[in-house]
């Protein structure tokens, strides 16, 4: 079910298991992931890595943020359904949290946005234009704050967009990382959170 491992002080994630070298094992069966980090976040907090598709020709990464079981639940809870990656499970089942599509080679329509939605609901919230179009091969500097209902996504240090939860802000919770199975090869780097407050 997809291969995930450090290696050189970079968290890689794959579509397919590693062997024992940290080879992908090409034939074997393509899964999509997501990667959970073990700590519970801040609900105000400054996001922070650095993502490399090493040429993936398609497929698509997602960050979640401020998840939780949509009632209050940690998204570990053994009460809450199993999701297998299965995308809808997390945005439309029994967790809450916000995603940002950040790269895509799914669609061409896809690959020319930068699409926030808050979850559970599936409802897109902010778009903005994709910096991360051309190449694949480059590393991508990723930033997201988050400051009561006020989120900002900036990518390669340029703002995408700035959105107001005017509903109820979401609060502390986990921050993953998913790719679907399109991907050849994600490298994550650099993965820094800061709890934001007040002066």
Do not use: C, N, Q
């Given at each position: 079910?997809?291969?995930?491992?450090?290696?050189?002080?970079k968290l890689r994630a794959s579509p397919v298991p590693f062997d024992k070298d940290g080879n992908q094992i090409k034939d074997a069966k393509r899964s999509h992931l997501v990667i959970w980090n073990k700590r519970i976040f801040p609900e105000n907090l400054l996001i922070e890595y650095d993502m490399n598709p090493n040429s993936s020709p398609s497929g698509l990464t997602i960050i979640f943020f401020c998840a939780t079981g949509k009632n209050g639940e940690?998204?570990?809870?053994?009460?809450?359904?199993?999701?297998?990656?299965?995308?809808?499970t997390y945005h439309s089942g029994a967790i809450a949290n916000y995603s940002d599509s950040y790269f895509s080679r799914n669609t061409e329509v896809e690959s020319l946005t930068n699409r926030m939605r808050k979850n559970p609901g599936f409802k897109l919230v902010a778009e903005g234009k994709s910096l991360t179009t051309g190449v694949t091969d480059v590393t991508h500097h990723v930033?997201?704050?988050?400051?009561?209902?006020?989120?900002?996504?900036?990518?390669?240090?340029?703002?995408?967009?700035?959105?107001?939860?005017?509903?109820?802000?979401?609060?502390?919770?986990?921050?993953?990382l998913r790719s679907m199975e399109g991907v050849s090869l994600i490298t994550y780097d650099n993965f820094k959170v800061w709890e934001v407050k007040k002066k």
């Open positions: 079910l997809g291969g995930v491992e450090v290696r050189d002080g940690d998204i570990f809870d053994l009460s809450l359904p199993i999701r297998m990656a299965d995308y809808k930033r997201i704050l988050k400051f009561g209902g006020h989120i900002e996504m900036e990518m390669d240090g340029k703002t995408l967009f700035k959105w107001e939860d005017d509903g109820k802000p979401l609060g502390a919770g986990r921050i993953g």
